[in-house]
């Protein structure tokens, strides 16, 4: 949802009974809008006999939940923890957010409490957003993004950011399990291989130098 | 491939084989390359690994990242459907509810059963682990030795294709000469532990894989596993022609569509088809050993899945090579007046006596490879190295306080990223709190590759604890009652698993490993559940006495003369190898047990 730009600076329970109302005026307007519960999905599966050598993509096996606002966030964060350097693209970029969607979307039992850490963690870091910010998590700029994901990644979060800790902590592993595992992340990580060949070399001779075995 | 339904069933076969995995595989092969008539009750679908299986797909192609899920328990591209820890319909159940004491159950339900995502690592069984009563006075001597199984060793070795080295070990046997393929060259992970592991008495050497690693060399092998039958060797020379060697890339547990590691359905039931003697009746699930009136085994009753009614198949002969559990069932289930305890039953000891390998796992993290330079090391899509066991002095001076011993599989490598390529990366990289931004990515780069571990397999030797029997309530979807397991480790496998832990943790320290410590130490905690490594085998066991064992050395029922087994159930206790290769070995030799008896008007 995009709050207004020129919000006064709340405090943390009038930003809350505006993050509610704004979620419920919309809700009225926009079905598409409206926050998807955490309540575990009932979609169906893929069964104990899928399809393997089809390539899937999220949404393919079972419908996605995010309104469009949680995939502003969930953007938003993916590219905080990935961004995008010389060498390779953003998590964004590869789509890790869609990814993300499709593992809290899943009928499975390991991803209904993930399901719901990420979209509690979602309506929270906006609500933080807005609390200090005044605005959502997408529209802050890169410093505010940066300022408020150090605090959550302190080895140490005051009290009052635990929850939102522990919700980054989920993030930040499916962000980089979701990147490393594209192609472009695979090469960003230093992984060549999945390439058929007539022989295998071995370690080249760099590689072995450089644990002192030649 | 040529399958066929119900209605296309023979009056009779000469041999109804029930399951189509590698025991099941190789009986087929050996009896319809020399003319019986076989017939297969499978009772998964039919599947066609040049087509179905996912061979180069990445993870980011599968739903969830391929990550495992209760319909998928291997993973999304693991070749495995229908099957699993739990398959709906067919339950399973275990008589103590407490975690140690429970025997997990892997079943696989498809054409070739879990021939087409096993580990292919083919290990021979050594003189030793025949007879742990004469070296250990525990457990029960085989009704056979190493040397009676040698020669079909070498057999299997050569018909499947297998690379290894022979390093003349003691009680890890070497090929004969000419037997096995090149191995593969060693990777960092495996040649650094090979220099380093010395200090801690670890001895790596190359693994033994069914992979190719060149063609197979259909100009002289047919003819030395089939002399004088000109028929069989052509089919079999032009199978080993259409198989490739591996490209080195993927992951085996996939499958393998160029055929260039074993399965059953590419390497043995394909020439088998070729021969014209052999017919496969897929989604058949066999519930009953029927008898005649002479008390011989006359073919199985089964429930075709496709209709849900029940047919049946006659044979002169019948073998049973189901799984062990599974054909443990069918016998259990198969009860008349002769056999109110089930059938070959007489002594009692059907479903007793199941063993599984012993195992537990320890990985580290060694700095040594932190930022090393990037290459491919998929190789053949598995290990190629591993530690076999050579402490066979201290223990036979009885100071490691178990029987037999372990070898250590590798897990190493800059294998292709999985959704947990990261775990544990903030304590790794010596950070305080949640790594993120330009920093993870250069983390995640320069530690990636540098997690190792060892897994252990382990002698077990049967107790009176471990045994199955039939639940007498549960039924699954067919109407078929279900198995109920009772599991008990004794202090030989918890102490062995204490003696695993110290080892590997040994080993990664002598390599400069950070070992990722689990904060147990109580080894009931840290053992792999029982049938967890799924290597279970056991439940009908050889024996030379009639009145404790269920076979006879041919795997053969002693009440039964018509009546063999050819899975694991025969075995009568699991060794520090992995038990596929001694299955197969052992399905041959009975194969040619059977047909020499049919020759002589025996059956
Ligand atoms: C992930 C994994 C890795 C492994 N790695 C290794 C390894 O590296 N080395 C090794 O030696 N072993 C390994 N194993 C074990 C190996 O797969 C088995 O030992 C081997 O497949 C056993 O062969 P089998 O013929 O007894 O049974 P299976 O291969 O299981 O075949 C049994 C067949 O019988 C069918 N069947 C069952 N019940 C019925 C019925 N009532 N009617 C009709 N058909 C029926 C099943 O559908 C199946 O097709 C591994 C197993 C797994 C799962
Ligand atoms: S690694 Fe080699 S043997 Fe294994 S699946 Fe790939 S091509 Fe086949």
């Known amino acids: ?214 | 491939m040529p399958n066929i339904t119900s209605d296309k069933l023979q009056d009779s076969y000469d041999v109804v084989i029930v399951g189509s995995g590698a025991g099941g595989g190789q009986t087929a092969y050996t009896l319809t390359m020399e003319g019986l008539k076989v017939l297969i009750l499978e009772a998964g679908r039919s599947f066609d690994v040049q087509t179905e299986v996912a061979m180069l797909q990445l993870p980011s192609h599968a739903p969830l990242r391929g990550e495992k899920t209760p319909d998928k328990q291997y993973g999304f591209h693991d070749c495995s459907i229908n099957s699993g820890w739990d398959i709906p319909g067919e339950p399973y159940t275990n008589a103590s509810k407490a975690p140690v004491d429970e025997f997990r159950w892997w079943r696989q339900r498809m054409m070739g059963g879990r021939t087409n995502h096993w580990g292919r690592i083919t290990l021979r069984n050594g003189p030793y682990d025949f007879k742990p009563r004469t070296r250990f006075g525990l457990g029960f001597d085989w009704p056979i030795s190493y040397d009676d199984i040698a020669p079909y060793y070498d057999k299997v070795e050569m018909l499947i294709g297998v690379f290894g080295s022979n390093d003349g070990l003691e009680n890890s046997p070497d090929s004969s000469p000419g037997v096995l393929q090149p191995a593969p060259k060693l990777r960092v992970g495996e040649l650094y532990a090979q220099k380093h592991g010395k200090k801690a008495g670890a001895h790596i050497v190359s693994i033994h894989r069914a992979v190719l690693t060149q063609p197979q060399d259909a100009n002289t092998l047919p003819a030395k596993l089939h002399p004088g039958n000109a028929k069989a060797q052509a089919i079999l020379a032009d199978s080993m022609r259409t198989r490739s060697p591996c490209f080195w890339a993927t992951d085996c547990h996939r499958g393998c569509a160029i055929r260039a590691n074993y399965d059953s359905q590419t390497v043995h039931l394909r020439p088998a088809l070729a021969t014209g003697n052999l017919d496969i009746l897929p989604n058949a699930m066999a519930r009953e050993v029927t008898l005649d009136k002479k008390g011989r085994a006359s073919g199985v009753t089964f429930i075709d899945k496709t209709t849900g009614r029940e047919g049946h198949a006659k044979g002169r002969a019948v073998v049973l090579a189901a799984s062990s559990q599974e054909s443990v069932r069918l016998l259990l289930n198969s009860k008349s007046s002769a056999f109110p305890q089930g059938l070959a039953n007489s002594s009692g000891k059907v479903g007793k006596y199941i063993t599984d390998s012993v195992s537990s796992s320890l990985s580290a993290y060694i700095p040594a490879f932190e930022g090393m330079p990037i290459h491919n090391e998929d190789g053949a899509g598995g290990p190629h190295a591993y530690v076999p066991w050579t402490l066979h002095a201290q223990n036979a001076k009885g100071q490691l306080g178990f029987p037999g011993g372990y070898h250590l599989e590798f897990t190493t490598g800059r294998q292709m990223p999985s959704l947990n390529v990261i775990n544990g990366i903030d304590s790794r990289a010596g950070h305080d709190g949640v790594l993120f931004g330009a920093k993870l990515k250069e983390e995640a780069r320069r530690t990636y590759g540098c997690q190792m571990g060892f897994g252990a397999q382990g002698t077990m030797l049967p107790n009176d604890g471990c045994f199955t029997e039939i639940d007498p309530e549960l039924k699954d979807q067919w109407g078929i009652p279900v198995l109920r397991f009772h599991w008990k480790w004794t202090d030989f496998e918890l102490n062995q698993v204490r003696h695993q832990q110290q080892r590997i943790r040994e080993i990664l320290e002598a390599m400069g490993g950070r070992i990722s410590a689990k904060a147990d130490n109580d080894p009931a905690k840290l053992i792999r559940r029982g049938g967890e490594v799924i290597h279970e085998v056991g439940g009908a066991i050889m024996g030379a006495d009639r009145e404790i064992s269920v076979t006879n050395q041919w795997s053969q029922t002693w009440d039964v003369k018509n009546l063999f087994m050819a899975d694991g159930a025969p075995f009568a206790s699991t060794a520090d190898k992995n038990p596929t290769l001694t299955i197969m070995a052992l399905a041959w030799r009975m194969a040619d047990h059977l047909m020499d008896e049919m020759k002589k008007g025996n059956i």
Request: aromatic share 8%.
């Open chain 1, 1 to 214: 949802m995009s709050a207004p730009k020129d919000l006064p600076r709340m405090d943390r329970r009038t930003a809350l009974q505006w993050m509610l109302t704004a979620t419920a005026s919309m809700a009225a307007r926009d079905a598409q809008l409206v926050a998807a519960d955490a309540a575990s999905s009932n979609a169906k599966g893929y069964g104990p006999d899928p399809v393997m050598a089809k390539v899937y993509k999220p949404g393919d096996v079972w419908p996605l939940t995010f309104t469009e606002p949680q995939r502003r966030a969930t953007r938003a964060l993916c590219d905080v923890i990935i961004p995008a350097d010389a060498a390779s693209p953003s998590a964004s970029a590869v789509g890790v957010h869609d990814f993300i969607d499709e593992w809290i979307s899943s009928p499975y039992p390991a991803q209904a409490g993930d399901r719901r850490v990420i979209l509690e963690g979602l309506k929270w870091i906006d609500e933080e957003s807005a609390r200090r910010f005044s605005k959502t998590f997408a529209e802050l700029s890169p410093e505010q993004q940066l300022a408020l994901c150090t605090d959550l990644a302190a080895s140490k979060p005051k009290p009052e950011l635990k929850k939102g800790a522990a919700f980054f902590k989920r993030f930040r592993d499916l962000t980089a399990g979701g990147y490393y595992t594209t192609p472009e992340g695979m090469k960003a990580i230093g992984y060549v291989g999945n390439v058929p060949s007539g022989s295998f070399e071995g370690p080249p001779i760099e590689a072995l130098k450089h644990v002192g075995l030649a």
